[in-house]
């Protein structure tokens, strides 16, 4: 129980283009969903948090006109990362809460998106 | 301060030696932490949690230990196994609801 996918899995794309990242919970309703950005050989670091519904919650340092967060449904968020450049170039994570009876995960984490711009 | 430019730590054992991991936390009103495995391209996979009410929570081959006083966290993994490469992190809860904090990660490296 408890998946979350992410989609897609890898991605290419040229300069100045956008590109949206899919979330969907799979089998629970997901209330609140969270979106990290982790570099090479370093953590994951929280970009926003998005409840079903409302508008999303970003981080200090994180521009919400570049990274568009839409959860517009208890199953999916989406995120866009608009005019992506060379540096926005990393691994995107998501997470799902919201679960019945699972205060031991309070996130459960998707695959993740590798986003590659040239 | 930022991590940019900084390796993950790593710690190599031996197959089937145990394996201690360490984490340093800062926020002491934080009641509830999970160590996570993250294998390369994945995300990152729940392993074990432990509430600020406990020292100690063992499962399967992995222990985590909780020292309030200093604000550490330790993972213990018995016999450690190939599979068990990876990269693994703590995290702790805060601010309320169910945002999480991880910490800064350590390779492990299994050697045969």
């Known amino acids: 129980g408890a998946v979350v996918s992410q989609h897609p899995s890898w991605v290419i794309c040229k300069s100045g283009t956008s590109v949206k990242i899919e979330c969907r919970s799979l089998d629970f309703q997901a209330t609140t969903m969270f979106w990290y950005r982790q570099f090479p050989k370093q953590s994951l670091m929280l970009m926003a948090t998005s409840n079903e519904g409302s508008k999303a919650t970003y981080e200090q340092g994180v521009e919400k006109d570049k990274f568009l967060i839409n959860h517009a449904s208890l199953t999916l968020s989406t995120l866009t990362v608009t005019s992506a450049h060379p540096e926005d170039s990393s691994f995107y994570i998501c997470?799902?809460?919201?679960?019945?009876?699972?205060?031991?995960?309070?996130?459960?984490f998707g695959d993740g998106t590798r986003l590659s711009i040239l | 301060g930022e991590s940019v430019g900084l390796h993950l730590p790593t710690l190599s054992v031996q197959e089937g030696d145990n394996s201690i991991i360490n984490c340093a936390y800062s926020n002491s009103a934080s009641d509830y932490f999970i160590w996570y495995k993250q294998e390369s391209g994945k995300g990152p996979q729940f392993i074990i949690d432990?509430?600020?009410?406990?020292d100690k929570r063992q499962g399967q081959r992995v222990t985590v230990l909780l020292n309030k006083t200093v604000k550490h966290l330790s993972l213990q993994i018995a016999a450690t196994q190939p599979g068990d490469s990876a990269v693994y992190f703590c995290?702790?809860?805060?601010?309320?609801?169910?945002?999480?904090?991880f910490g800064t990660g350590t390779q492990l490296k299994v050697e045969l």
């Open positions: 997470s799902a809460s919201g679960g019945q009876g699972s205060w031991n995960q309070p996130q459960h």
């Open positions: 432990i509430r600020s009410n406990m």
């Open positions: 995290a702790e809860l805060t601010g309320g609801g169910n945002k999480l904090t």
